[in-house]
C-alpha cells in the first residue's frame, strides 16, 4: 500500500476509520480541530456518525452512552478539554466501557497556551479523573506511530473494557508526515451482548443490561476495585511497549524520554555517537503500563553511570523513572515546556557534563 | 392477561420493593412509564438512563437496559446512544437538581439538537437524595435544608419553569408539564408519556414530560399535605399542559 502525506492530526481521524470505528464526539480545541474538521466530512462519507457536542463534558457522556450500549467510539482533544472529559473517564473506567480517547498535549496549567507539551503525563497515567482507576496510555513518536496506535486502541479497549488513551502533542497533531494505514491492524469489534446495555432484542435475551459504576455496599465495591485492580496487573503483564535505543554496547548515560521528545533525544544521541559518545535511550511506548524492568535493566548495566529523564515539562515522568532504579543510578530530569522544545544540543551538552 | 385479575405488575417493572420514601411520587410516574413501555411493545429495544438523584437506582426497577448517568450528565448520553443506535428507544428520567440545575446545559442542547429521545422530568422542587437543599425549582419562601428561612428570591432568581424555557428553542418537539398529584392528573400524565414515547418511534422529535411531583420526607408534610400543598402552591406557577409540540412548532419561527 503506498505511501501519502498526512497531517497528524487528520491521519488519527483516517486511522480511527480504517480501525472499525464510524462513531466521533468531540468539541472543537486547539491544537487538534483539524481531527473534527477532517471527520466531519470524512465520517458521513464512511457512513459513520459525526456529532459536535456543546461542550467536552458532554462529550465525555455521549462517548460513554455510545460505549455502553455496545459501539465502538472515540474523541480527540487537548488538555483543557481532556480535565473537562476526565468526570466521564472515570465514570467509563468504573462502569468498564472501552473507549478510545485522544489528547493532543498544549502547554498548561490553566489556558497554557496553544503549542506542544506533555504537561498531562501525570493526568493521563496517574489519573485525571477521581478515583483508583487507570487508563491504558500510548504515546506515538510519529504520525505512522499515531496511525497504528490508534488502530491497535479500540481492541486494546474491549480487551480490558477500559478507555484507552492516545498521548500525542502539538507537534504530532500539526506535523505532516508520509503514512500508511496497515490493513493487519483493521479489526472486528467484539460481541458485546454479555455487559452492553444495546437493548434486550438486539441479543435475545430476556435479562438486563446495566452500565454502572454504582455500588454502595462497601463490600461489592471493594470487590470491583478488585476487579479493575486485576485488569491493569495484567496490562503490566501484557501491554508494556517500549523502543531502546543504541543500548546493545556500552554507554556512561542513559536517557528516558517518550514522544515528540525522544526524536530530538535520538538525534543528539546520534551526533555524539559521531563524536565518540555512547548514550543509550528507552522510549517508552505505553506510559501505562510502564517499561519498568526494561528501564531499570539499561541503567544498571556496568557501563551506565547516571540516567536522564527528558521531557517537555516541569518533572513528571522523572518520577516514575526514579521510582524503576530504585536508587541504584543518580537520576536527573531536564526538560522545558510551554513549547519551546529542547533542542539537540542543549542534550549534547547536558550529556557533556556527565561522561 | 389471566382471568379474575383485575390489576397487574407491567411487565417493564421488576418485582424489587423501591426504597423510595412513602407517599413518594416516583412509584406512580415509573408505573406510568412501564405501562406506557408494555403498551407500546417496546421493552427489548429501550435503554433507560437513570440520573443521579432519588432515582439512581431505577434500573432496579424497571425491567428493561439501563445505564447509570453522572449527575446532571443523562442528555448527554442518551444522545450518545440514540446516535449511534437510532433503532433503540432511549429515556432519562431526572430529576429538578439534575436537570435544572447541574444538568441545564446538556438538556437545553440535546433538545435545541432535535434529539430523538424521551426525558421524564420529575419536578419536585426540592433536591430528595441529598437531603432537602435547595433546588433551581425551588418555590419563594419555601425552606430548605439550604435555605432554612425560606427561599430568598433577591439573592437566588426566581424557580426555573423548563418547560416553558425549552419550548422557546425554535427547534421542533414535544415539551409537556403534567402532574401526578390525583388520578385526574394522573391520567393525563399517561397520555402525555405514551404520546412522547410515540414521537420518539415516528422519529419525530425531542420529547419531555415534566411531571410536577411531591417529596413529603424533604418538604416535612405528611403525604396528604404534600399534595394539597403541591395543588396550592406548585401548579399556580408550573401551569400543566402542553407547551410545544411538533405539529406547532414546526412553524414557529
Known sequence: MAKILMKGNEAIGEAAIRAGCLNYFAYPITPQSEVAEYLSKRMPEAGGVFLQGESEVAVGYMIFGAAGCGQRVFTTSSSPGVSLMSEAISYIAGAQCPAVFVNIIRGGPGLGGILPSQGDYFQSVKGGGHGDYRLLVMAPASVQEAVEMMMMAFPLAEKYRNPVMILGDGLIGQMMEPVEFPDHLKSEPTNKDAWASNGMDTRGSDKQNLVKSLYLDPQQLNDHNLLLKSKYEQMKKEEIRFEPYNTDGDYRVLIVSFGTMSRVCRTAIDNLKEEGIEVGMIRPRTLFPFPESAIYDAAVKDSCTSVLSIEMNMGQMVEDVERCIRGQRPVRWYGKCGGEVPTPEEIMDLVKEYV | ?253
Open chain 2, 1 to 253: 392477561m389471566a382471568k379474575g385479575k383485575t390489576f397487574q405488575k407491567p411487565e417493564a417493572l421488576t418485582d424489587n420493593h423501591t426504597h423510595y420514601c412513602p407517599g413518594c411520587t416516583h412509584g406512580v410516574i415509573h408505573r406510568l412509564v412501564a405501562e406506557c413501555i408494555d403498551e407500546l411493545g417496546i421493552r427489548g429495544r429501550t435503554v433507560g438512563i437513570a440520573p443521579v438523584g432519588c432515582a439512581v437506582l431505577a434500573y432496579n426497577y424497571f425491567n428493561c437496559d439501563f445505564q447509570e448517568a453522572a449527575h446532571g450528565r443523562a442528555p448527554a448520553m442518551a444522545t450518545g446512544i440514540k446516535r449511534v443506535r437510532p433503532d433503540l428507544m432511549v429515556f432519562t428520567y431526572q430529576g429538578d437538581g439534575d436537570l435544572a440545575s447541574i444538568g441545564m446545559s446538556e438538556i437545553i442542547h440535546a433538545a435545541n439538537r432535535g434529539e430523538k429521545f424521551t426525558t421524564i422530568f420529575v419536578n419536585n422542587a426540592v433536591y430528595g437524595m441529598t437531603g432537602g437543599q435547595m433546588a433551581p425549582t425551588t418555590m419563594p419562601g419555601q425552606r430548605t435544608t439550604t435555605s432554612p428561612l425560606g427561599r430568598n428570591t433577591d439573592e437566588t432568581g426566581m424557580p426555573v419553569r423548563m418547560a416553558e424555557l425549552l419550548s422557546s428553542l425554535v427547534t421542533t418537539g414535544y415539551i409537556t408539564r403534567q402532574a401526578v398529584l390525583k388520578p385526574k392528573y394522573i391520567n393525563r400524565a399517561k397520555k402525555a408519556i405514551k404520546q412522547a414515547f410515540t414521537y420518539q418511534m415516528e422519529g419525530r422529535c425531542f420529547s419531555l414530560v415534566e411531571v410536577i411531583s411531591t417529596c413529603p420526607t424533604n418538604w416535612g408534610m405528611t403525604p396528604l399535605d404534600a399534595i394539597r400543598w403541591a395543588e396550592d402552591t406548585l401548579l399556580p406557577y408550573y401551569k400543566l399542559g402542553d407547551y410545544k409540540t411538533p405539529e406547532q412548532s414546526s412553524g414557529n419561527e
